[in-house]
């Protein structure tokens, strides 16, 4: 018993502090052991190149002291960190690849993460940095090797250059393989790095991922369109079988010159509806004299995208004349829809819309009732009363609805009491009473 606490505190009391002691000479040992080519000192540091990369190895030393509350307390701590920096300039110095935290996991990353459409990569590793250039460093002769590198701790993209942190300094032959393998990983970067244009282009073409396939492409296209490389990729990808990249081709090629083949999407049925639908986004940029009947066609289709992207391009472009097309699909689709068809006829419509807004009233929500009361009150004829009746009662429905329904009522019957021989209009009975009389009347 005796002799096991003897070497109990033997242990604790003068071989591990002695071991600790020993860190900076066991750090200079194991990097003695990288295969330098040049290697210097610096500061303590050991800078130079390992098979034409450069790298830069230091100790980072932290003590931490205490205030000693009784005589056999420590005084201090001492801990170290063993910092590698690997390769110059391999990406843009606004590129940072990190592994995934705990937040982006559970889907609460960070806003800005940049998605290159590689299931595996996105779902591993946190990208940050302009699309362009993500997409560009992160070629597919890259990925797996960074892929593989990151998802160990303390490695990550920061500064142009690969950074691996570890605490303390590693035992044996573990720092220098890892820097070993970041080396490899640099040379494979250095190797693979071109101009983004030209990376971006090599990547829509060969890329074995089809989603870094069709970002690539993309962001060519929207974020490049005028290099070559996107009046090269735009002329081959008119002529595929990508929808999405067809759209975007046509789109970068010019709407004016392209105006029959993106309608010709936009009819498409056997094309995604929100590919459709972008095709028909690109036509409102600036639209042509039959384009009023194409939306009257999308409003028509069953495909939710697409129509609500017509209901849209109406509102925004203000386009009067499709506004029958409008009341005569209104209804067809979600409560959504049925907000913007009732904004549209509302703000662009008349009495001849009536019996659209009217059918609205089946509709059981605040907004649709907002601007049918709006509009009714504003044009709507005595037809209208009827229907509006009964938004004016009902104990689940809501003070303000029924005080809007109850304003329109009260607008129509004064209008049209206006306009008649006499003035005379019975309204609802309220505090004021419940007659009207025009100005004119005597």
């Avoid at 800005?112 to 992160?138: M, N």
């Avoid at 160990?152 to 605490?167: F, M, N, W, Y």
């Avoid at 490899?184 to 073409?205: C, I, Q, V, Y």
């Avoid at 409003?299 to 697409?306: D, I, V």
């Amino acid at each position: 018993m005796g002799a096991a606490v003897g070497v109990g505190f033997l242990t604790v009391g003068i071989l591990i502090p002695f071991y600790k002691g020993l860190a900076p000479w066991r750090w200079r040992r194991a990097t003695r052991r990288l295969p330098w080519d040049e290697p210097r000192e610096r500061g303590g540091d050991r800078v130079g190149a390992i098979d034409g990369v450069h790298v830069h190895v230091a100790l980072e030393v932290n003590t931490v002291h205490f205030e000693v509350t009784h005589e056999d307390a420590p005084t201090s701590k001492t801990t170290y960190r063993s910092l590698v920096t690997v390769g110059q300039q391999l990406a843009p110095p606004e590129v940072e690849v990190s592994r995934e935290g705990l937040f982006a996991r559970t889907g609460e990353g960070d806003d800005h993460d940049v998605e290159i459409g590689d299931p595996a990569f996105d779902r591993a590793l946190k990208l940050l940095g302009s699309e362009v250039d993500v997409l560009a460093t992160l070629h597919r002769d890259v990925r797996p090797a960074m892929l593989e590198a990151l998802r160990r701790s303390g490695t990550e993209l920061r500064g142009g250059g690969l950074q691996l942190a570890l605490a303390g300094v590693p035992p044996g032959r573990r720092l220098p393989r890892r820097v070993m393998e970041l080396v490899a990983l640099a040379k494979t970067m250095r190797g693979a790095r071109r101009e983004p244009a030209e990376s971006l282009l090599d990547s829509a073409r060969h890329d074995p991922c089809e989603g870094v396939r069709r970002r690539c492409g993309r962001a060519l296209l929207t974020q490049l369109p005028t290099t070559a490389q996107a009046d090269a990729l735009a002329a081959e990808l008119v002529e595929g079988d990508d929808d999405e990249l067809r759209v975007v081709a046509l789109e970068r090629l010019g709407v004016d010159a392209e105006r029959d083949r993106l309608a010709a999407v936009v009819r498409d049925e056997g094309t995604a509806p929100a590919h459709r639908a972008e095709a028909l986004r690109a036509l409102a940029s600036a639209p042509s004299d039959g384009f009023v009947t194409l939306i009257g066609e999308a409003l028509a289709t069953p495909a939710p995208p697409l129509r609500r992207a017509a209901l849209d391009i109406v509102a925004r472009l203000r386009l009067t004349a499709a506004v029958p097309a409008v009341a005569a699909n209104a209804g067809h689709g979600d409560t959504a829809e049925a907000r913007r068809a009732a904004q549209i006829i509302g703000e662009l419509g008349g009495p001849d819309h009536e019996a659209a807004l009217v059918g609205l009233l089946s509709v059981d929500d605040d907004e649709v009732a907002l601007h049918l009361t709006d509009a009714l009150g504003r044009w709507g004829t005595p037809q209208a009363i009827e229907h509006l009746q009964p938004l004016t009662s009902g104990a689940f429905r809501k003070a303000h609805t029924k005080m809007l329904a109850r304003d329109a009522i009260d607008a129509i019957r004064t209008r049209y009491a206006h306009g008649e021989r006499g003035g005379l209009a019975l309204t609802e009975a309220g505090p004021e009473g419940a007659l009207s009389m025009s100005d004119e009347a005597g």
